[in-house]
């Protein structure tokens, strides 16, 4: 059987800068024409990953490879191959968006011409023609991070690197950039996504790596790993918010998790191992003349597997939250 190629590959891959280890043996593979997650906390170790495969850093151990090119060895041809947006906009903010997408197409060996008409394309692509000619600075973030998107694209990469690309942005802007990686993906391009947004990666990825404390902890699609979190949850409501505690009650006696009480939204949550108690459930709160709002069981968010694999969210990166780190990595890879 032929083996697969993939877009993206990463084996064993290892840095470390003085004392510190960013990365501990990371592997990633990415299917042509699709969307890797890379998932995890800030200092985690994605964006160093990234570095790697882009070819601005060089790994201490392991091997990457960009479309079967080594990106030690072939590093020029990978960078034929790839784009790269940053956490931060690179644009130069002094120029209009068509001199900013017309000076990388020069710096790339365009000529003038087709520098000019590759702008041209990319400003109308991601909804910038009208503001081409105004200097970027007056640019609103979203449109300064769809510009940055757009600088990427000038070369055509067939593999783009987009390190937590919504950084910053308010909920509609980040609703446009996923449009426009939708759209990238649809054409056949390969992306890898870095972020801690877990609906983001939710959205917009094919398969998901998650990363803490620069290992690999899980992989899968995005159903996958709340499949694998092993529970669902139960969402209660009651329709008398004075009635909370009395559920959260019932709910603790009879499940094995421990209840989570929300007064702000009137709502008790709790992991469930098995979903055959819920009718005993509901039997019991109805005897106790407990009216419910909602009853709803569902799988696990991308937040709550994110936590069940960690210890702790993915904004948190307190040393306390570390606790427990190795056993959950034990568990995950015994699991596997």
Avoid at 272 to 280: A, I
Avoid at 309 to 319: K, R, Y
Wanted: proline share 3%; with cysteine; net charge negative.
């Amino acid at each position: 059987m032929r083996e697969e190629t993939y877009a993206i590959e990463a084996r064993g891959l290892v840095k470390r800068f003085g004392k510190t280890t960013a990365l501990a043996g990371v592997d990633l593979t990415a299917r042509g024409g699709t969307v890797l997650g890379l998932l995890g906390p800030n200092g985690a170790g994605k964006t160093t990953a990234v570095r790697i495969l882009a070819t601005l850093l060089r790994p201490d151990g392991g091997e990457a490879r960009v479309c079967g090119y080594s990106v030690e060895h072939d590093a020029y041809q990978v960078r034929q191959l790839i784009g790269l947006t940053g956490q931060y906009a690179s644009v130069d903010e002094g120029l209009s968006g068509t001199n900013n997408l017309i000076m990388i197409g020069r710096l790339l060996g365009l000529s003038r011409a087709d520098a000019r008409a590759r702008a041209a394309e990319l400003l109308e692509r991601f909804e910038l023609t009208d503001a081409a000619g105004r200097i970027v600075k007056t640019y609103s973030g979203g449109m300064r991070r769809r510009l940055d998107l757009a600088a990427s694209l000038v070369s055509r990469p067939r593999v783009l690197y987009l390190d937590e690309p919504t950084t910053g942005l308010d909920p509609h802007s980040r609703n446009e950039v996923w449009g426009m990686i939708r759209g990238l993906v649809a054409d056949g391009t390969t992306v890898l996504l870095t972020t801690q947004y877990l609906d983001e990666a939710d959205h917009l990825a094919h398969d998901i790596a998650v990363i803490d404390h620069g290992q690999v902890i899980a992989t899968g699609t995005p159903d996958e790993l709340k499949a694998g979190a092993g529970r669902q949850v139960l969402e209660v409501t009651p329709a008398d918010r004075t009635d909370l505690s009395e559920v959260a009650a019932v709910l603790s006696a009879r499940l094995s998790g421990d209840p989570v009480t929300s007064a702000e939204s009137g709502r008790v949550t709790i992991q469930v191992d098995d979903g055959r108690q819920m009718p005993e459930i509901v039997r019991e709160l109805d005897d106790r003349g407990i009216e419910l709002a909602e009853f709803t069981l569902r799988k696990a968010s991308l937040d709550e597997v994110f936590l069940a694999l960690t210890g702790h969210t993915a904004e948190d990166t307190t040393p306390a939250a570390a606790t427990g780190k190795a056993a959950r990595r034990q568990r995950v890879r015994s699991a596997r």
